[in-house]
T-cell receptor, first 112, second 115 residues
């Protein structure tokens, strides 16, 4: 059974800092991995999707890496802004049925 | 392109009552998912449809939850009777067919409070 863990559970940083969010999964036989953002009371917004054959994906100030063999992914946020404050969730897609297994998220607060 | 639509956005009911949620996926998306997200946790898959057929409902509490997607487009999730532990956000997502990425797109969710 796939299990996904995210560390830390919560993080507070001052504006402008670079930061790294971590995600680990127990079964390395994944199809892809997605990072999502969730604002309070809202749905999930897809940030980046990394296929199992890829090592990283970049979008603006975000960079996600994937090390499938060790069961790890990181989300790097450069020059953080208060608008980045949200919960960040990673999810792995295991098997042909495109089923996502989610971590519990990292709650990020970027302060002025 | 319109996103995934869900209604209602909020619902408050008493335990033992019934409730239904509606989802309309992105046009042309054959695969539809219902997730339950309890406060402080990640979403958990309840049921997955491919067109109007069920692919995976292994985590759906079938004694009280039911879902259908009769015409392979929009879907309804029902809870009857509701329990206090059903308080959660119910998220609907969809994926296009024939796309290798299998990227899932989520709706805004329905926040259910059972009192």
């Amino acid at each position: 059974k796939q299990e996904v863990t995210q560390i830390p559970a919560a993080l507070s940083v001052p504006e402008g800092e670079n930061l790294v969010l971590n995600c680990s999964f127990t079964d390395s036989a994944i199809y892809n991995l997605q990072w999502f953002r969730q604002d309070p009371g809202k749905g999930l917004t897809s940030l980046l999707l990394i296929q199992s054959s890829q090592r990283e994906q970049t979008s603006g100030r975000l960079n996600a890496s994937l090390d499938k063999s060790s069961g790890r992914s990181t989300l790097y946020i450069a020059a953080s802004q208060p608008g980045d404050s949200a919960t960040y969730l990673c999810a792995v897609n295991t098997g042909t049925a495109s089923k996502l297994t989610f971590g519990t998220g990292t709650r990020l607060q970027v302060t002025l | 392109e319109a996103g995934v639509a869900q209604s209602p956005r909020y619902k408050i009911i008493e335990k033992r009552q019934s409730v239904a949620f509606w989802c309309n996926p992105i046009s042309g998306h054959a695969t539809l998912y219902w997730y339950q997200q309890i406060l402080g946790q990640g979403p958990k898959l309840l049921i997955q449809f491919q067109n109007n057929g069920v692919v995976d409902d292994s985590q759906l509490p079938k004694d009280r939850f039911s879902a259908e997607r009769l015409k392979g487009v929009d879907s309804t999730l029902k809870i009857q009777p509701a329990k206090l532990e059903d308080s959660a956000v119910y998220l609907c997502a969809s994926t296009a067919s024939g796309v290798l990425s299998y990227e899932q797109y989520f709706g805004p969710g329905t926040r259910l409070t059972v009192t």
